[in-house]
């Protein structure tokens, strides 16, 4: 396990996107080591923060002593958000922060499983709880783990990588994992990438239903940011990207195009954002600072006064 602190990536941009005044109340959907938050509290907001992993809440209690009643941290996912701040009697908020997929934090942690870069057990679970990357990967199917590793590692040679997982079951740590892996892509040290790099992702995203989970938490932060609030956005791959950059597309009225075959919409629910901001991406300085900011990109956009969508297109009412 390694020292290094958390680095936050994009947070001066991400958090300048939520144009935080005194006395506002935001979500930092993701807390993770807490940078976000700081920096929200620091710019005079109470904030609400949620995170499923029970390490970071541990790891939060000098923060909530200092932020007092400035700061309350819920163990819950994000896509919880929208019934755990109506448990509390929060409706709206003025803005919503996210950081997605994997901290720093958690894969600098060995005994956490997320990271061939130190040898630990196959764990990878964000919450702690449910079933571990071990347990999956020597009970499922080769079908299923090759499938996982198309769709969410976006694997070019996935059948050949499950079928080499499958006939060196049971796995239990991750030094085995990504030997496998090696061996059934060919790895030569020199390589700038490490092969085993897909699959650890498309196995952790899996485990974790990151992008269901993005998806419900985009949902939710449309439920309760009040008009003029703002959403903020930071993902760390293509999967990920795209469902935001759809997400705040279509509620934001650009519609699918149209063909011979299939006449344009027309109409559909009013806009729920507006004000999309072009893509951020962060600068070479902050890249030659934290190498884990080069794939990051921010997207962010404006609630308007207009109902919030259904999960199937259509304003809720």
Same mark, same amino acid.
């Given at each position: 396990m390694t020292d290094a602190p958390h680095i936050p990536v994009l947070m001066a941009e991400a958090v300048a996107a939520l144009a935080i005044q005194p006395g506002e109340t935001h979500v930092d959907a993701?807390?993770?080591a807490g940078g976000y938050t700081r920096a929200m509290l620091a710019a005079g907001a109470r904030v609400i923060a949620f995170d499923r992993d029970p390490t970071?809440?541990?790891?939060?209690?000098?923060?909530?002593?200092?932020?007092?009643?400035?700061?309350?941290?819920?163990?819950?996912?994000f896509s919880a958000m929208a019934s755990e701040l109506a448990a509390r009697g929060i409706d709206l908020v003025d803005g919503v922060v996210m950081d997605i997929g994997v901290s720093s934090m958690q894969l600098d942690q060995a005994d956490r499983g997320f990271s061939f870069q130190y040898?630990?057990?196959?764990?990878?679970?964000?919450s702690r709880e449910g079933i571990t990357a071990a347990e999956w990967l020597n009970t499922a199917a080769e079908a299923e783990i090759s499938d996982v590793l198309d769709r969410y590692g976006e694997e070019p040679r996935h059948r050949r990588v499950a079928n080499f997982i499958v006939g060196a079951r049971p796995l239990s740590r991750t030094?085995?994992?990504a030997a496998v892996v090696r061996r059934a892509l060919g790895h030569r040290p020199h390589e700038k990438k490490?092969?085993?790099t897909r699959a650890f992702q498309a196995i952790r995203i899996h485990l974790n239903d990151e992008l269901g989970?993005?998806?419900?938490?985009?949902? &939710?932060?449309? %439920?309760?940011?009040?008009?003029?609030?703002?959403?903020?956005?930071? @993902? *760390?791959?293509?999967?990920?990207?795209?469902?935001?950059?759809?997400?705040?597309r279509e509620r934001g009225g650009?519609?699918? &195009?149209?063909? %011979?075959?299939?006449?344009?919409?027309?109409?559909?629910?009013?806009? @729920? *954002?507006?004000?999309?901001?072009?893509?951020?991406?962060?600068?070479?300085?902050?890249?030659s600072v934290n190498p884990r900011a080069r794939s990051a990109t921010l997207r962010a956009g404006l609630r308007?006064?207009?109902?919030?969508?259904?999960?199937?297109?259509?304003?809720?009412?």
């Open positions: 993701t807390f993770g970071a809440h541990a790891a939060a209690a000098p923060l909530l002593t200092e932020a007092g009643d400035r700061l309350t941290l819920i163990q819950a996912p040898d630990g057990p196959l764990d990878m679970r964000m030094g085995e994992l490490d092969p085993a989970e993005l998806t419900a938490g985009l949902d &939710a932060a449309e %439920r309760v940011l009040r008009p003029g609030g703002r959403l903020s956005v930071v @993902s *760390f791959h293509s999967l990920e990207d795209r469902i935001v950059k759809r997400f705040l650009a519609m699918p &195009a149209g063909s %011979r075959h299939r006449p344009v919409v027309v109409q559909g629910p009013a806009p @729920s *954002f507006g004000d999309i901001a072009k893509a951020v991406r962060p600068s070479d300085e902050e890249i308007t006064a207009s109902a919030p969508w259904s999960s199937n297109g259509s304003a809720l009412v």
